[in-house]
């Protein structure tokens, strides 16, 4: 980037993103003009979450690895849950994010060729892979380092030996636990948030989603196998069930919206992986005065709020 | 054939009549196959006095069963969801809220009672399966986390009894945060040391198995109830092949580890009274 106008670019592109991040009002509403401004020039097609979910699955989109090359260079993977075995659908490990900041990044990691998917079980994690989250997550809880946890699962596998280890068990102690964690947690939905198999490392003090993430409490293929009794039907199924990064700010379930290079992260993965950076950067400054009682109530006062849909 | 003589008076009886009127009055068993007098298994806490078979049980009959006396006051029995997705399926989710409502004379799938078991004073929440599938919205993940905080005000122990397919779908993400909010409540119910007792029945499947379901201080099962995190249809769609008998039943999970007991209905009231005295100790006289 010698080119002057290439950095005064760059510099546009992080101002821009983390004015993104400021407010929460302003970036609901934000969401909701981007919707209808892309309504007006007739770019939302029939079905703009439709379009999310296939950039959200999009076989170029980065998987959780290549951010976290771009973030943290000195990464330090470290495996096993000390009771079962390793599970290589979820990545855990430290390294210096930027300022000499340690983090511990525990993430869901899709495959890229059919070997690596095969490899990482497309993603989808077994119980022994959410009890080696949870230990590195205790792990940085124990000497206050803060907590970076990227969600991209189609979700929790579904398979006999899964439901003999307890997946159930896994997600639930996750959740309990997650609660607790000393330290600052941030939370990113970076593609496919597939229900609690994304939400077992989804309690964080910030939890916001990638541009063209989605996040859902069930597949919008299995959703419309129940109500059309068609599992080829998702794409109406994926609007009514309000997945997008827009649709869960305006419930109130996330933080912030991270914006991705035009036309989706696959586009640009340095740009994108620069977007996230500069976002979690400004949240765990945000939160560096902060004891841990303070994250600990900060986090569960969030979630204790979520969901007021109902009348007394 | 005396009474063959006699038509009309058999012909007034439609099937669809003699349908109805039967209907209620036998039940086949599905552990035995065989036909049972519904009378005999009402007085056998709904379980086969053949086979033993625990029978699903409605919300109110299950506190019934579980309570002193059969009684108990309830709580936030006025909460309704709002339909935050305006969601719709076959039909939109506010008439379905709205019939299940009229049917089963309840505002969602959960019952929040307090009575006392034994004596000792108890917050228990029931969550009734046919009210869509026992699912968890916003109703339920308010009413249950509202229960731990008065659990943890008045020291009363905890007993949720679990009857659900999971998260509620018609409420889509709403619904999931739901597991968070109640997992994180009983983390506090947990530090603040009052007893949670979880109770799975036949069926405790996804989000409500992967959230309060196994978190507690004792996870008990009915025998035979189908326990686990996804569905076996959708587990043999996965893997393409038939699952083995007995999969994900209680039994099962009490081999693999995940449960501390396998309790018939007729014993759960002094399995948890028992249990119940070694947390907190016996009652004051
Ligand atoms: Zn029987």
Redesign the interface.
Request: net charge negative; hydrophobic share 50%; with cysteine.
């Given at each position: 980037m010698s080119d002057p106008s290439q950095a005064r670019i760059a510099e546009l592109e992080r101002e821009i993103a983390q004015l993104h991040m400021k407010s929460t009002g302003a970036q609901a509403r934000l969401a909701e003009m981007q919707s209808e401004l892309k309504k007006l020039k007739g770019e939302d097609g029939v079905n703009l979450a439709w379009q999310r979910v296939q950039l959200a699955r999009h076989p170029k989109r980065p998987h959780a690895l290549d951010y976290i090359q771009r973030l943290v260079p000195d990464f330090t993977e470290i495996h096993g849950d000390r009771a079962y075995g390793e599970d290589p659908a979820i990545v855990a490990g430290f390294g210096t994010l930027a300022g000499g900041q340690q983090v511990m990044i525990v993430a869901q990691q899709k495959g890229r060729d059919t070997k690596q998917k095969l490899f990482r079980n497309f993603g989808m994690p077994k119980p022994e892979g959410y009890r080696k989250a949870m230990r590195a997550m205790e792990v940085a809880s124990k000497f206050g380092r803060p907590i970076i946890a990227l969600l991209d699962t189609p979700g929790?596998y579904?398979?006999?030996d899964?439901?003999?280890?307890?997946?159930?068990?896994a997600?639930?102690?996750n959740?309990?636990?997650m609660?607790?964690l000393e330290t600052p947690v941030v939370t990113v939905v970076i593609g496919e948030g597939g229900?609690?198999g994304a939400?077992?490392l989804?309690?964080g003090n910030r939890v916001y989603m990638l541009e063209n993430a989605v996040?859902?409490?069930?597949s919008p293929e299995?959703?419309a196998a129940?109500?059309y009794r068609d599992s080829s039907k998702g794409e109406l199924a994926a609007s009514?069930?309000?997945?997008t990064a827009g649709?869960?700010m305006r419930?109130g379930?996330i933080d912030g919206i991270i914006p991705e290079p035009a036309g989706g992260a696959q586009e640009d993965y340095d740009k994108a992986a620069e977007f996230l950076f500069t976002a979690l950067v400004a949240a765990l400054d945000e939160m560096k005065a902060m004891k841990p009682a303070e994250l600990i109530a900060q986090?569960?006062d969030k979630?204790?709020q979520?969901?007021?849909?109902?009348?007394? | 054939m005396d009474w063959f003589k006699h038509p009309k008076k058999v012909a007034k009886v439609t099937d669809e009549e003699r349908h109805v009127k039967t209907e209620g009055l036998w039940i086949k068993c599905d552990g035995c196959r065989q036909i049972i007098w519904r009378k005999d298994i009402e007085e056998t806490l709904h379980c086969c006095p053949k086979c033993g078979h625990h029978f699903r049980i409605d919300a109110r009959t299950r506190l019934k069963y579980l309570l002193d006396d059969g009684k108990w006051s309830e709580h936030d029995a006025?909460?309704?969801?709002?339909?935050?997705?305006a969601?719709?399926?076959?039909k939109p989710y506010h008439e379905r809220l709205a019939s299940m409502q009229k049917a089963l004379k309840l505002k969602d799938a959960i019952i929040s009672a307090s009575g006392t078991l034994h004596g000792r004073p108890v917050n228990v929440c029931s969550l009734e399966l046919k009210f869509i599938g026992g699912s968890m919205g916003?109703?339920m993940?308010?009413a249950i986390?509202r229960a731990i905080e008065r659990s943890i005000a008045d020291r009363h122990p905890l007993i949720i009894v679990s009857a659900s397919g999971g998260?509620?779908?018609q409420?889509?993400?709403?619904?999931?945060?739901?597991?968070?909010?109640i997992?994180?409540?009983?983390?506090?119910l947990?530090?603040a040391k009052v007893p949670y007792i979880s109770v799975l029945t036949d069926p405790t499947t996804?989000?409500v198995?992967?959230?309060?379901?196994?978190?507690g201080d004792l996870n008990i099962a009915e025998p035979g109830a189908l326990?686990?995190?996804?569905g076996p249809r959708?587990?043999e769609q996965?893997?393409r092949q038939k699952?083995p008998e007995g999969?994900?039943r209680a039994e099962f999970v009490l081999q693999?580890?995940?449960l501390d007991a396998v309790v018939k209905r007729s014993e759960m009231r002094q399995f948890i009274a028992t249990s119940l005295n070694f947390f907190c100790g016996p009652l004051p006289q």
């Open positions: 929790a579904p398979g006999i899964a439901e003999e280890r307890g997946q159930a068990e997600i639930a102690y959740l309990r636990e609660s607790r229900s609690g939400l077992a989804g309690v996040y859902s409490v069930i299995s959703c129940i109500i009514a069930l309000k997945i649709d869960l419930l379930l986090r569960y979630f204790r979520m969901g007021n849909f109902f009348t007394e | 006025t909460l309704t969801s709002n339909d935050p997705l969601f719709v399926d076959a916003t109703v993940g308010e986390t998260a509620r779908m409420e889509g993400a709403v619904s999931l945060m739901q597991l968070v909010k997992s994180a409540a009983l983390m506090k947990d530090q996804g989000g198995t992967a959230s309060f379901a196994m978190l326990i686990g995190f996804a959708v587990i996965t893997i699952l999969f994900q693999h580890g995940f």
